[in-house]
């Protein structure tokens, strides 16, 4: 099938674009690149030894995005493409609603006008709030606390009506966990802009010698060691779950939620120790007050995924610390 991969040269869009091209899928990568680099499509196309089309183009430009489809018949569409830090979103909210609502519903008119009714969004366990107990069940209440919190919530909405509505649109909504890792070439993986916001990026710097120690956001929650708990999932992993939401979104009409997660917790202390270990690196960390925003510990119930998408994460936090490190040592 022919997928056109919104936010393609991001983290979790070019991973999911290698293991599309490597099951035989075309794929057209619409991007704007304005927190990723045109580099990763080479990268993309170095690590599969296939070729795939990009267009430079901002889903707001909604002339530019009707083009796109003009020239590729498209079957359905892969939505990563958005804002995605909490903290920038309370200081600029219009440009994150502007951004990412206007964007998607640019993007689901013109998939309308094209006749190209299936959708997978990138979605985040961040929906499931403050209250819910853990592991988060894809029935659970959603909410949010922050304008990205609300973009989340704010779109699963937008694709439930637009499913009820008109029961010929297939979306599938993924609830994301904690993305990390790398593709094991050491090609492609994260590189944030400037400080990392997220654990596993600022660890990699501090164990870098580019920032000089971590800051542990509290170790006095009810966990085992005191500190957050978190359900990390290799980004390989996750782009895999995005194949069998694909083969979902074919089979199925609706608007339908998944998490994809491993269903295991891990402390940020456990976390420093696994990379220190694995990769024989030194992180100095000192405990810090509370993170405004954070939660005790998120996991997530992945029993529909496995039931429902027959996807269930393979790999384990060693390879996800080890091929962390190894994009970080490729990228110097
Ligand atoms: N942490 C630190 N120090 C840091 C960074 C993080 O101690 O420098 C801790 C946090 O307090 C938390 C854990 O590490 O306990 C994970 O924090 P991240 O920032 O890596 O991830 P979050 O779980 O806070 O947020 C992530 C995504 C959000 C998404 C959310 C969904 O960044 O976009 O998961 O649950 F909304």
């Known amino acids: ?113 094209a006749g190209c009714k299936k959708i997978v969004f990138s979605s985040s366990a961040t929906v499931y709030g403050m209250d819910n107990p853990v592991p988060f069940k894809e029935g659970y209440p959603i909410s949010a606390t922050n304008p990205y919190g609300y973009t989340k919530v704010m779109i699963e909405q937008i694709l439930q009506d637009l499913c009820h509505a008109d029961p010929s649109w297939s979306a599938v909504l993924l609830r994301y966990f904690n993305p990390i890792g790398a593709h094991e070439s050491g090609l492609i993986g994260e590189s944030p802009n400037g400080i990392p916001n997220n654990l596993l990026p600022y660890i990699a710097q501090v164990a870098d010698g580019v920032l000089p120690e971590l800051k542990v956001y509290g170790d006095d929650y009810d966990t085992p060691d005191g500190t957050g708990v978190r359900d990390y999932i290799h980004v390989v992993d996750l782009a895999k779950g995005h194949l069998a939401a694909l083969d979902y979104a074919v089979s199925y009409t609706g608007a339908e939620p998944f998490n994809l997660g491993t269903g295991h917790g891990t402390s940020v202390l456990e976390m420093v120790q696994a990379f220190e270990k694995t990769n024989n690196v030194r992180v100095p960390y000192k405990i810090v007050s509370r993170r405004a925003g954070d939660i005790a510990a998120a996991y997530a119930d992945t029993s529909k995924a496995e039931r429902v998408l027959h996807w269930h994460a393979e790999k384990g936090i060693t390879e996800m610390c080890q091929d962390s490190w190894k994009f970080i040592q490729h990228s110097r």
């Open 1 to 113: 099938m022919k997928v056109l991969v919104t936010g393609g040269a991001g983290f979790i869009g070019s991973h999911t674009c290698v293991e599309l091209l490597n099951a035989g899928h075309e794929v057209v990568i619409v991007d704007n690149l304005s927190n990723s680099k045109e580099e990763a499509v080479d990268k993309i196309r170095e690590i599969t030894g296939k070729d795939l089309r990009f267009y430079r183009v901002d889903l707001l430009d909604r002339r530019e995005l009707e083009d796109v489809f003009a020239q590729n018949p498209v079957g359905a569409v892969i939505h990563f493409a958005g804002y995605k830090a909490v903290g920038e979103s309370v200081e600029k909210p219009l440009e994150y609603y502007w951004n990412n609502i206007a964007g998607t519903l640019i993007l689901l008119e013109t998939m309308r006008a």
